[in-house]
Antibody, heavy 122, light 110 residues
Framework: QVQLVQSGAEVKKPGASVRVSCKASGYSLTGYYLYWIRQAPAQGLECMGWINPNSGDTNYAQKFQGRVTMTRDTSIMTAYMELRRLTSDDTAVYYC???????????????WGQGTLVTVSS | QSVLTQPPSASGTPGQRVTISCSGGSSSIASNTINWYQQLPRMAPKVLIHSNDQRPSGVPDRFSGSKSGTSASLAISGLQSEDEAIYYCAAWDDSLNVWVFGGGTKLTVL
């Protein structure tokens, strides 16, 4: 069964950093791009960027550049997303999602991790 | 403010047909395929429609997608109570170089 399992909820103070993990099972992590997407309370979805787990190459949305780092450890089939200098606006559920490439070249996200709630509060 | 525009809510009675719209621009919907995701309460999103109008295996044929120009639509026929969810459209944006989403449409089955 192909699935992504994320780490548990985190509570952080403003100015701190958080690292969320995403473990792949049922497929090889290195075979597909992995995206990080977040969802603030009662808000929509926001793409933070992606990592190519095979090469380690990354691409971050402009909004998060300088504050986010995506990495991976292929030996344990796990990807990580670290977000620094947290503020209350970073309170959200953070999802990892595998990019799936269809035969016609189209791509979509499948599956998604179960989500990790990060709460930033003093 | 989301890059793609969706109505915040939609509703229908069991058995009815409901459509949800998604509008974007020349660098997103017009240039790339669109995907639809369904988010059931307290769950992660799941792909419902990909490549504008393709259903993954296991998705009932009550769900259909279409795209024309800078707009797309999701149609749900034979509405059922289990269809209550939030529906998101998504597309790659060539200008922003990132995936962009609609703000989501909360579907209520009356």
């Amino acid at each position: 069964q192909v699935q992504l399992v994320q780490s548990g909820a985190e509570v952080k103070k403003p100015g701190a950093s958080v690292r969320v993990s995403c473990k792949a099972s049922g497929y090889s992590l290195t075979g597909y791009y992995l995206y990080w997407i977040r969802q603030a309370p009662a808000q929509g979805l926001e793409c933070m960027g992606w990592i190519n787990p095979n090469s380690g190459d990354t691409n971050y949305a402009q909004k998060f550049q300088g504050r986010v780092t995506m990495t991976r450890d292929t030996s344990i089939m796990t990807a990580y997303m670290e977000l620094r200098r947290l503020t209350s606006d970073d309170t959200a559920v953070y999802y990892c999602a595998r990019e799936w490439l269809g035969p016609d070249g189209a791509v979509w996200f499948d599956p998604w991790g179960q989500g990790t709630l990060v709460t930033v509060s003093s | 403010q989301s890059v793609l525009t969706q109505p915040p809510s939609a509703s229908g009675t069991p058995g009815q047909r409901v459509t949800i719209s998604c509008s974007g621009g020349s660098s997103s919907i017009a240039s790339n395929t669109i995907n639809w995701y369904q988010q059931l309460p307290r769950m992660a999103p799941k792909v419902l429609i990909h490549s504008n109008d393709q259903r993954p295996s296991g998705v009932p044929d009550r769900f259909s997608g279409s795209k024309s120009g800078t707009s797309a639509s999701l149609a749900i026929s034979g509405l059922q109570s289990e269809d209550e969810a939030i529906y998101y459209c998504a597309a790659w944006d060539d200008s922003l170089n990132v995936w962009v989403f609609g703000g989501g449409t909360k579907l209520t089955v009356l």
